[in-house]
């Protein structure tokens, strides 16, 4: 029992990492992808008007088109990610029948609404959780489909790459099979997912009665759209709320409005903070937009960053300050949260859990403070241009509602991380200086993996070897021929046995070098 708990905990670990090479990709694309977007908005050309420069929309607008592209594939980063990080064979094979797997899942759900008549008009497809993927109008299914097809693509490697077939489909077998069999996994996948999307979709359609409740309605909004981002529904959440009933109908100088969006426009841009439907609307209408997002972006995200950066080990603090101020700076700038979120998802459901109702509790008093505050990107930039160039905003009240909210979060996050011993970044189990050995001082690689095999009993005693943030993996034939004392030679930090047959020697930041030189000696 124990030892199932232990490889359920060790496979849960593994899913978490694989997930920081995307996310690494995404943090500092994504800030660059946030000012872009920002600096070619029209809001922002009008009150800056160097914006408009035909040379500057030039620069920003090809930036943003050129960052864009990472972004709008996420789901095949996080299927190519999960590919390489979870199989245990073949890696780069696996990767390969990711992508396939991809997107066979996503032409099959094409497939399936347009053979049920369920296939929507482009006009409204958002509203349906419909979209375009790769040139295919699909379900939008956003990370949760790249998570599938990586975990399927890994499976499929792991259990197939030695793969014997008669002989005259021989071509076929071994690690070629992979790709084959994980295409022809994704079929039925692909027929299934849109059933249960389908019926998730018209479960939010169905509720959606209760957005529209004075003061907690979009606290519950928020909530669930928060909890929605890992399956991508927050997208058909938003439009609900955005552009039909669900977000409420609003007469206005006797014209219907119908949705929070649409209400929005006319006030902010038409009528403006003298509006007497200012002060009677936008409290509401903007507590389902940026001036919501504003308290995640501005003030949750960089609590929960401090905290992590706080709960770090000491001598990891300088690696993980990185990775979460660009996380935190992404948010800030661009409206990404993401990065920062699927940091903890994975490690901690539990915690993004009580995440998602702490942000839907945190925003219960924006109503009842009149905050004023537009658009729907929720930016520092959105701040300084809707919330203090515009009147009548109660920009203030939105400060000190953030700062409560950073307070809370930050405690919270911080003792929940020490608690349950989260490894959220800086909080892998090792100390490593480079004073600890000279060997790693002169980052000498080769030599310090003729240590490790040595020390391992050889290269006959070592049946697979891979690395996490922080160690070597190793799987062995006999744990009985490990000198650990010829180990630590190398300059490790430590070593110890999770099973009897499979070791971890821990490096910290060195270890993926220290990796690729243990595979090179191998080879020889």
Not at 69 to 81: K, Q, T
Request: proline residues 4%.
């Amino acid at each position: 029992m124990n030892k199932t708990k232990s490889s359920w905990k060790d496979g849960i670990q593994t899913f978490g990492r694989s997930l920081l090479l995307p996310i690494a990709l995404l943090a500092p694309i994504g800030m660059v992808m946030g000012i872009c977007s920002a600096m070619t908005q029209s809001y922002m050309i009008a009150k800056f008007p160097f914006l408009g420069n035909e040379i500057v929309k030039l620069i920003f607008s090809s930036l943003q088109t050129i960052t864009n592209i990472v972004f709008n594939n996420i789901p095949l980063l996080f299927a190519m990610g999960v590919a390489q990080g979870m199989a245990k064979k073949e890696k780069g094979i696996a990767v390969f029948a990711a992508t396939v797997g991809y997107l066979t899942l996503n032409v099959v759900m094409s497939v399936y609404l347009k053979a049920t008549g369920t296939l929507a008009d482009p006009a409204v497809a958002a509203q349906v959780g419909q979209g375009t993927v790769l040139g295919i109008q699909t379900l939008k299914i956003e990370a949760m489909g790249g998570l599938i097809a990586g975990l399927v693509a890994a499976k499929v490697a792991d259990k197939f790459y030695r793969l014997e077939l008669p002989l005259a489909f021989a071509f076929f077998g071994g690690k070629k099979s992979i790709p084959i069999i994980t295409f022809a996994c994704m079929i039925p996948i692909g027929l299934v997912v849109p059933i249960i999307w389908n019926a998730l979709t018209s479960f939010l359609i169905s509720i959606s009665f209760i957005f529209t409740t004075p003061y907690i309605g979009s606290a519950i909004y928020y909530a669930l759209n928060r909890a929605l981002i890992p399956f991508g529904l927050h997208h058909v959440l938003a439009s609900l709320v955005r552009f039909t009933e669900a977000g409420g109908t609003y007469m206005i100088n006797g014209q219907e409005f119908v949705g929070i969006l649409n209400a929005t426009n006319e006030i902010l841009f038409n009528l403006g903070p003298d509006s007497e439907y200012w002060s009677q609307l936008m409290p509401t209408l903007t507590s389902y937009l940026g001036g919501a997002q504003m308290l995640t972006t501005l003030f949750r995200v960089p609590a929960i960053g401090l905290a992590m950066y706080h709960t770090a080990y000491a001598k990891n603090k300088k690696i993980a300050k990185g990775v979460i101020l660009t996380c935190c700076l992404t948010a800030f700038l661009g409206n990404i949260t993401e990065p920062l979120e699927f940091s903890f998802l994975f490690i901690s459901p539990a915690l993004f859990v009580l995440y998602c109702v702490m942000c839907g509790i945190g925003l219960l008093p924006y109503q009842l403070f009149h905050i004023c505050i537009g658009y729907i990107r929720g930016t520092i930039f959105d701040f300084g241009i809707f919330g203090l160039l515009y009147e009548h905003t109660q920009w203030i009240y939105l400060v000190l509602l953030g700062a409560v909210n950073f307070v809370v979060f930050y405690f919270v996050f911080k003792w929940f991380i020490v608690k349950f011993g989260l490894e959220t970044p800086g909080r892998e189990e090792f100390e490593v200086e480079e004073s600890a050995s000279q060997l790693l001082k002169e980052k000498n690689w080769p030599a310090i993996a003729a240590l490790v095999v040595e020390g391992l009993g050889g290269k006959e005693n070592i049946v697979n070897v891979e690395n996490c943030i922080s160690r070597l993996r190793v799987d062995l034939k006999d744990p009985k021929k490990v000198d650990q004392v010829k180990i630590k030679d190398s300059g490790c930090a430590g070593i110890f046995f999770p099973s009897e047959k499979h070791i971890h020697v821990v490096f910290g930041p060195h270890v993926e070098f220290v990796r690729h030189a243990v595979d090179d000696l191998l080879k020889k």
